[in-house]
């Protein structure tokens, strides 16, 4: 592909990788003032995740956390990536990123499993997209890198 085009796809995953990137760092942030405020709120889903939060010591509240801040700036990072085709940028951030958000999800369904019955739809459809893009960055979009 030729430098001064930019494949659709490759767009469209920049897209997704800003606005799922913001959503979980709002996730996270949510989160913490589950923590922090969740006896006040009147929801009883909200509350139990709030005392789930409760329960986590300092070490998983830390992990959780981190975790999760860190998969949402790379993904946002990466996503200006693509759109640069940098290889370093898009590439191989947006893989480190990938695999961040895959390790994010599972600390999180390990640390509040009980808060919504285990491996469900939610915990798939978190997977979901990183494994999509290890997958798309390392075969369809391989070569679009070109920076």
Known sequence: ?????????LTALA????????????????????????????????REIAEAMKSLSLLEL?????SSAIASVLMIVAGVGYLQQR?????????LASLTMI????IEQNLLSGTDGGFGFRTFASMLYPVLSLLLLNTTFKEDFVR
């Open 62 to 66: 830390i992990a959780l956390v981190a």
């Open 15 to 46: 897209v997704l990788n800003f606005v799922l990137g913001a959503q979980h760092l709002l996730h996270t942030g949510s989160l913490l003032v589950m923590r922090l405020f969740g006896d006040r709120i009147a929801t009883p889903e909200v």
């Open 103 to 106: 390790v994010a999800v599972a």
């Open 1 to 9: 592909m030729s430098e001064g085009t930019r494949p659709g796809g």
């Open 87 to 95: 290889r370093t940028l898009g590439r191989r951030i947006g893989n």
